[in-house]
Antibody
Framework: EVRLVESGGGLVKPGGSLRLSCAASGFTFKNAWMSWVRQAPGKGLEWVGR??????????DYAAPVKGRFFISRDDSKNTVYLQMNSLEMDDTALYYC?????????WGRGTLVTVPS | SSVLTQPPSVSVAPGKTASITCGGNIVGGRNVHWYQQKPGQAPVVVIEYDSDRPAGIPERFSGSNSGNTATLTISRVEAGDEADYYC????????????FGSGTKVTVL
């Protein structure tokens, strides 16, 4: 059974930093492309960023609103992907999902909530 | 940035058919994927590659894609189909490769 479990969310002041983790199991993690997708309260889905598998180059791409502030990395020995979030803004308040997939997102975690108060 | 437009809401009576469109220039020539999201839950893919149903998704869910518009069709709608539905496109040539539609709330009357 595929499992994705996010952790690390919480309340953080504007300008602060937070690191999210996503622990994966049930599939060959080292071959997986992993993405972070967020959903602001009452809003739609927004892709945040993706890291390719090492065999596919390990390339990381980011959505424009987070480029230069957020950084995705992976530790294949721990089957874990990370999202380092810096210079957090109120608009970054959202439920952050970890997901697996190349052209679409086959598996999703339950998400971890990040709140940046005004 | 690329935009995928969906109707904000669709209302349908039980047993009838609901159709949700997903339009935009980015749709043309690319595959569209569809997700169902119920309140408090993570999204679940219901249609992949325009019209393929993943294992466990009822045959009542179908998809099509023509020109710049993709359509998700839910036949014989049931109360349990009430959810938000999102389309999504992958543009591998773009440095922002994943685009989601704006979402459609399906209400079963």
């Amino acid at each position: 059974e595929v499992r994705l479990v996010e952790s690390g969310g919480g309340l953080v002041k504007p300008g602060g930093s937070l690191r999210l983790s996503c622990a994966a199991s049930g599939f060959t993690f080292k071959n997986a492309w992993m993405s972070w997708v967020r959903q602001a309260p009452g809003k739609g889905l927004e892709w945040v960023g993706r890291i390719k598998s090492r065999v596919d180059g390990g390339t990381v791409d980011y959505a424009a609103p987070v480029k230069g502030r957020f950084f995705i990395s992976r530790d294949d020995s721990k089957n874990t992907v990370y999202l380092q979030m810096n210079s957090l803004e109120m608009d970054d308040t959202a439920l952050y999902y970890c997901s697996e997939g190349r052209s679409y997102f086959d598996y999703w975690g339950r998400g971890t909530l990040v709140t940046v108060p005004s | 940035s690329s935009v995928l437009t969906q109707p904000p809401s669709v209302s349908v009576a039980p047993g009838k058919t609901a159709s949700i469109t997903c339009g935009g220039n980015i749709v043309g020539g690319r595959n569209v994927h569809w997700y169902q999201q119920k309140p408090g839950q993570a999204p679940v893919v219901v249609i992949e590659y325009d019209s393929d149903r993943p294992a466990g998704i009822p045959e009542r869910f179908s998809g099509s894609n023509s020109g710049n518009t993709a359509t998700l069709t839910i036949s014989r709608v049931e109360a349990g189909d009430e959810a938000d539905y999102y389309c999504q496109v992958w543009d591998s040539t773009n440095d922002h490769p994943y685009v989601f539609g704006s979402g459609t709330k399906v209400t079963v009357l």
